[in-house]
T-cell receptor, first 116, second 111 residues
Framework: EAQVTQNPRYLITVTGKKLTVTCSQNMNHEYMSWYRQDPGLGLRQIYYSMNVEVTDKGDVPEGYKVSRKEKRNFPLILESPSPNQTSLYFC???????????????FGPGTRLTVL | DAKTTQPTSMDCAEGRAANLPCNHSTISGNEYVYWYRQIHSQGPQYIIHGLKNNETNEMASLIITEDRKSSTLILPHATLRDTAVYYCIVRGHNYGQNFVFGPGTRLSVLP
């Protein structure tokens, strides 16, 4: 089944404790992206990757890191989490970044992160 | 990317058609109109997209005005499971243009 998976789905942690949220897709997509969703602010893009070893900042990259060593995986790293990073996180992928037919984004189920 | 405006919320009776409008008056010629929905806190789900012509798939129909400045997503027979936030997004086909999600329309399908 074609899908985007994220782990963990729920995480409660404390300020300053490094964590990684994994994202994996099995569709051989070039483009992957991370979003965070907060009440009243909608979905905001954190980082995206157009292919292996190619990453770029989205709208709210501060406090986050990503890597894209393999096509299927795009982990989100919080080196020193803070309470303002408490949010619902979504990973997404699409064949390429170009618009048009066949390039819709597929989203993962989400990771709810709480930083105390 | 062009900006979109949608009503904050709408209600629809179960079994009736739900018509969700979207204004995108600054859309440019190479920008597509996409619709996604998000049920509760699940990941957004692709519904449909179009450029100029009306489109229909198994989930919905998309009607785009001739001047392309607005569009309507139609769910022909809304069910309770269609209760969700619906996002209208315009995005060009040029490489490098990201999706920008606005606040969307919260559709409540009522029994």
């Amino acid at each position: 089944e074609a899908q985007v998976t994220q782990n963990p789905r729920y995480l409660i942690t404390v300020t300053g404790k490094k964590l990684t949220v994994t994202c994996s897709q099995n569709m051989n997509h070039e483009y992957m992206s991370w979003y965070r969703q907060d009440p009243g602010l909608g979905l905001r893009q954190i980082y995206y990757s157009m292919n292996v070893e190619v990453t770029d900042k989205g709208d709210v990259p501060e406090g986050y890191k990503v890597s894209r060593k393999e096509k299927r995986n795009f982990p989100l790293i919080l080196e020193s989490p803070s309470p303002n990073q408490t949010s619902l996180y979504f990973c997404a992928s699409s064949p390429t970044l170009a618009g048009g037919p066949g390039n819709e984004q597929f989203f993962g189920p989400g990771t709810r992160l709480t930083v105390l | 990317d062009a900006k979109t405006t949608q009503p904050t919320s709408m209600d629809c009776a179960e079994g009736r058609a739900a018509n969700l409008p979207c204004n995108h008056s600054t859309i440019s010629g190479n920008e597509y109109v996409y619709w996604y929905r998000q049920i509760h806190s699940q990941g957004p789900q692709y519904i449909i997209h179009g450029l100029k012509n009306n489109e229909t798939n198994e989930m919905a129909s998309l009607i785009i005005t001739e001047d392309r400045k607005s569009s309507t997503l139609i769910l022909p027979h809304a069910t309770l499971r269609d209760t969700a936030v619906y996002y209208c997004i315009v995005r060009g086909h040029n490489y490098g243009q990201n999706f920008v999600f606005g606040p969307g329309t919260r559709l409540s399908v009522l029994p």
